[in-house]
């Protein structure tokens, strides 16, 4: 047992020093959020007092509240279509075992590894096209076709994991293939909802290359938007950034702390296969 816990060490000290790498922007945002801007100390330092007029000048003055509201919706949305969308897609993906669905999951696979980036221009163009820019359900159309294959790819696996003999059994009491993904398969993949919409979620949250160039009005700015507010070309205002930014990750860490126990349940059984 002993030299177990010795082969065991180095893992221990792995995750220790990933989790400090981790932890440290976070305490940075923190430390800067309630410091006064005129106070110079070392940013390794935390205050011992709290200043809290920087979350007010977040809150207030650079339209925080109205990027809340605008981020809250958008993610909102984008979360529900890619939940039950990417869960509908998956389900004959996993359960047709045909060459056609096996070049289908490639493709969405493939899909996964392209970087957003890489067609952000003919994006912008197509969406300025149809009306998209400055648009809710453009943003939301753009996060949910990027979001869609990580979706569909978890819930494949998953689905994949559940006996058929339940469906089945469903068939056999009458329920058409519709009813039986509602009634039977759906209320099955509660792990896996609760890892896509981690994942896909704190994705569309913290998105910026989309929002930067599809919502360019003010009105419908969202987060990262409001927090790139307080940087120019010729000021920085740091500590009004960290408080933006403190309340912009405070909706995550809630998320994830009412749902962690499903996300990593739901990240192994997807894993399985």
């Given at each position: 047992m002993q030299n177990k816990k010795k082969s065991n060490l180095w893992k221990y000290c792995l995750a220790i020093f990933i989790v400090f790498i981790h932890i440290i922007p976070i305490y940075m945002v923190i430390?800067?959020?309630f410091k006064s801007p005129y106070?110079?100390?070392s940013r390794w330092v935390l205050?011992?007092?709290?200043?809290?007029k920087n979350i007010y000048t977040a809150l207030n003055k650079s339209g925080m509240l109205l990027a809340l509201k605008n981020t809250i919706l958008i993610t909102g949305l984008s979360i529900i279509l890619i939940v039950v969308i990417g869960?509908?897609?998956?389900?004959?993906i996993s359960r047709n075992k045909s060459k056609l669905n096996k070049w289908?999951?490639?493709f969405i696979m493939g899909v996964m590894m392209i970087p957003p980036l890489s067609i952000l221009v003919p994006l912008y163009s197509f969406m300025a096209d149809v009306g998209g820019i400055n648009t809710y359900w453009g943003i939301i159309v753009a996060?949910?076709?990027f979001q869609l294959p990580t979706s569909i790819f978890l819930y494949a696996n998953f689905i994949s994991t559940i006996p058929v003999a339940l469906e089945e059994a469903a068939a056999i009491d009458g329920c058409g293939p519709i009813q039986t993904f509602f009634r039977i398969i759906m209320p099955?993949?509660?792990p896996v909802t609760a890892s896509v919409i981690i994942i896909t979620g704190v994705f569309c949250w913290n998105n910026y290359q989309f929002a930067l160039y599809l919502l360019q009005s003010p009105k419908v700015k969202t987060v990262t938007l409001a927090i790139a507010g307080f940087f120019s070309a010729d000021a920085a205002n740091m500590n009004g950034a960290a408080a933006a930014a403190f309340i912009g990750i405070l909706p995550v860490i809630v998320l994830f702390l009412f749902?962690?126990?499903y996300f990593i349940q739901g990240m192994v059984d997807s894993a399985v296969k």
């Open positions: 430390g800067l959020a106070d110079h100390s205050p011992g007092y709290f200043y809290l869960a509908m897609a998956a389900y004959p289908i999951k490639g996060l949910v076709t099955q993949l509660k749902l962690q126990k």
